[in-house]
């Protein structure tokens, strides 16, 4: 799925049992990308490294302002600073134009991710609670193409 056209698609968050909310209140911008991962070998034979793409990982990078009582925004950002099973989620990616058979429902695909905060920003001054924060999405799997009701 492209984001060239950020308008027409759109990522929602599992933020309960099979509720999916959509991540739109406070976000700056996204980005998805495809990262090889690699395993780099050194031999003292040789003069430079010898590199092996071992597979690739695809990443959707956020970057939001902090709305609190925002479904999707409130579980992102509760997750920071956590690791393992405690970080791990589902999104659902899908294309607005693309709609279901009922109302706020939408055709599109359905991912296990592992969501790391990977900053937290705020006023230094002290003189407001506005603060931001980044993360990381990565995405675990192939994912499902599904019909889903995003609230």
């Known amino acids: 799925m492209n984001f060239a056209d950020r308008k027409d698609y759109g990522i929602a968050v599992r933020t309960g049992y099979g509720v999916f909310s959509p991540l739109f209140a406070g ?4 980005e998805r990308k495809i990262v090889p991962i690699v395993k780099t070998f ?21 970057k939001a302002d902090r709305v609190i009582s925002d479904s999707a925004n409130d579980y992102l950002f509760s997750l920071a600073e956590f690791t393992g099973s405690e970080c791990k ?6 294309n607005k134009k693309e709609a279901g058979a009922s109302a706020n429902s939408f055709i599109g695909r ?3 991710v592992s969501v790391a905060v990977t900053k937290i ?7 407001t ?3 931001g924060f980044e993360a990381q999405i990565y995405i ?3 994912g499902i193409i599904e019909e889903r009701t995003v609230n």
């Open 89 to 94: 989620s589902e999104i659902f990616l899908f």
């Open 27 to 30: 976000v700056k911008a996204y």
């Open 129 to 131: 609670p506005f603060y």
């Open 110 to 112: 359905r991912y296990p």
């Open 140 to 142: 675990n799997g192939e």
């Open 42 to 62: 050194r031999y003292v034979s040789k003069k430079s490294t010898e590199t092996e793409i071992l597979g690739y990982t695809e990443i959707i990078s956020i």
């Open 121 to 127: 920003s705020g006023d230094e001054s002290g003189r």
